[in-house]
């Protein structure tokens, strides 16, 4: 569905099937997990909208991105957020799976919890990444060391827009995979963050554990997406009537 200037998938199966087939195929390309931040910045930065412009998927990250499509287009669908795909998908042993970024630690952590659940971890690797500007990668180095693995899945966690902007630059260099960026994913899954099982309609309150746990720095954020929703509710609005007079 085109909606922000963007595709976004919002058919959960269609999105495992896409990553299915692009992995069978030996192929490569990467999916976004697009919320109101992300929309944010790629309103006023065409580096960034191009990046998402140019994904093999991008997915909705963010109940109140779904909220406003469903009121716009009169639709019912939901999001379907990095996390949550991260933990459907982690356990497939069917797919070689690498996390890029984060901590050993986070990813032992990871693996136990794994086990905890029952699950196989001899699927899974772990691959730092210094931490550094998204310009000043060594995007070739990176690339050999994950070719190596040669992983089907590979879990890119840097925050965004830096975590998009890291896969567009890291794909021409990869031979095969899809790079998948899920932000603090692997955080919520080892339960250092929570996600809030109650929703209402397409909301269903992340941030409220977020600004818990790092208020400062997520009352900041929050603020600015509350300032960008109507914004992006008006230029969708205005986008859904032009279509509605050119057709």
Known sequence: ??????????????????????????????????DATMLSIARKDQRCLSVLQQSLANSCDGGSIAAIVNKIY??????????????????LSQYRQLLLGSTEDVFQKVK???QHRGFSVNHIAHLPVPFARVDD????????AVNARNPDLIWVSLGAPKQELFMSRLLPYIQRGVLLGVGAAFN???G???????????????????????????????GKILITLPRLYLDERKRSNKRKDNQ
Request: hydrophobic content about 40%; some cysteine.
């Open 1 to 34: 569905m085109n909606v922000f200037n963007i595709d976004i998938e919002f058919d959960r199966n269609r999105l495992h099937q896409l990553v299915n087939n692009c992995v069978g195929e030996g192929g490569k390309g990467y999916i976004c997990f697009v």
């Open 74 to 91: 009169h639709t019912r669908v939901r999001a379907y957020n990095g996390p949550d795909f991260f933990e459907n998908m982690i356990r």
């Open 112 to 114: 136990s919890e794994l």
């Open 137 to 144: 990668f060594d995007y070739p180095a990176i690339a050999a």
């Open 188 to 190: 919520f899954y080892i």
């Open 192 to 222: 250092h963050n929570v996600q809030p099982r109650f929703h209402l309609g397409a909301l269903r309150f992340i941030w409220l554990d977020r600004i818990y746990r790092e208020p400062r720095k997520q009352l900041k954020r929050v």
